[in-house]
């Protein structure tokens, strides 16, 4: 069983930026695929980026080039830096964590981009 808690979410000015924090309970942090993903209202939740336990990275193409995911393994936490925001980006950030059968999700964090 892993928990996880996601901080660092609010309300942010378009242009601005944003760093996103995912604390992992789990010593085995390492192993995991890592990712973050968000829902705004009414819409699907969506894969927004992932990094593997060798740290290659995957974006959606609505976020590359402006978000960067990261890890720190010895502090078992993952990173969503967020610059040049935009209104689209408004949604609920969840923090997940897969390895194989395992799938582990966070309770989320409110992210605003006011215009």
């Known amino acids: 069983q892993v928990q996880l808690v996601e901080s660092g979410g609010g309300l942010v000015q378009a242009g601005g930026s944003l760093r996103l924090s995912c604390a992992a309970s789990?010593?085995?942090?390492?192993?995991?695929?890592m990712g973050w993903y968000r829902q705004a209202p009414g819409k699907q939740r969506e894969l927004v980026a992932t990094i593997t336990s060798g740290a290659n990275t995957n974006y959606a193409d609505s976020v590359k080039g402006r978000f960067t995911i990261s890890r720190d393994n010895a502090k078992n936490t993952m990173y969503l830096q967020m610059n040049s925001l935009k209104p689209e980006d408004t949604a609920v950030y969840y923090c997940?964590?897969?390895?194989?059968?395992?799938?582990?999700w966070g309770q989320g964090t409110q992210v605003t981009v006011s215009s």
């Open positions: 789990t010593s085995s942090f390492s192993i995991y695929v």
């Open positions: 997940n964590a897969r390895f194989f059968g395992s799938n582990y």
